[in-house]
């Protein structure tokens, strides 16, 4: 099992630029997340999904969309980058909401100039 | 959700256990303590979970308070691969695909 894969690893972006953080996982979980990690900071988290069609906002989703359209994958838009969405971008994946045990992939790192 | 406190920082010695304090005195009855570990820069990575009882597995131990105001992770032989920000979050069971990372305690292995 590869488990949960980003990408890009990196990006950089001008501002007012679009796009897509990919996101898969070939575990079959239900759940899936984005979170955004600013630099010396915790993780925060933008969206989740309960399932395939079903997204929610999470603490930070302004400037962001997701979709669900399949259980393994689970992408992340950006639109009219901006600055302050320069961060580290982390997708997660869970079996189901009682467990409390996400797993993470690697990161995608996004600057906007 | 209750709010968590802990260390910024600490530091232990290669070979020794780490034990990591979390205080969450406004913890309610149907919350639990869930403990996750962040590498350098990688993804955070879970390490255990527990609601009143001590819970041991391969990676730590979990010592939760009797009145469940604090916990401590404990890692028995800490290693310099252990050297990591560790984050104590607690949550109610049902809305556990919303943990919320604090700033944790960034540990650091000393050989």
């Known amino acids: 099992n590869a488990g949960v894969t980003q990408t890009p690893k990196f990006r950089i972006l001008k501002i007012g630029q679009s796009m897509t953080l990919q996101c898969t996982q070939d575990?079959?979980?239900?759940?899936m997340y984005w979170y955004r990690q600013d630099p010396g900071m915790g993780l925060k988290l933008i969206y989740y999904s309960v399932g395939a069609g079903i997204t929610d906002k999470g603490e930070v989703p302004n400037g962001y969309n997701v979709s669900r359209s399949t259980t393994e994958d689970f992408p992340l838009r950006l639109e009219l980058a901006a600055p302050s969405q320069t961060s580290v971008y982390f997708c997660?994946?869970?079996?189901?909401?009682?467990?409390?045990?996400?797993?993470f992939g690697e990161g995608s790192r996004l600057t906007v100039l | 959700d209750a709010k968590t406190t802990q260390p910024t920082s600490m530091d232990c010695a290669e070979g020794r256990a780490a034990n990591l304090p979390c205080n969450h005195s406004?913890?309610?009855?149907?919350?639990?303590v869930y403990w996750y570990r962040q590498i350098h820069s990688q993804g955070p990575q879970y390490i255990i979970h527990?609601?009143?009882n001590n819970e041991t597995n391969e990676m730590a131990s979990l010592i939760i308070t009797e009145d469940r105001k604090s916990s401590t992770l404990i890692l028995p032989h800490a290693t310099l691969r252990d050297t990591a920000v560790y984050y104590c979050i607690v949550r109610v069971r049902e809305r556990a695909q919303k943990l919320v990372f604090g700033q944790g305690t960034r540990l650091t292995i000393n050989p």
């Open positions: 527990g609601l009143k």
């Open positions: 997660a994946s869970s079996p189901g909401q009682r467990t409390g045990e996400l797993f």
């Open positions: 406004t913890i309610s009855g149907n919350e639990y």
């Open positions: 575990m079959n979980h239900n759940y």
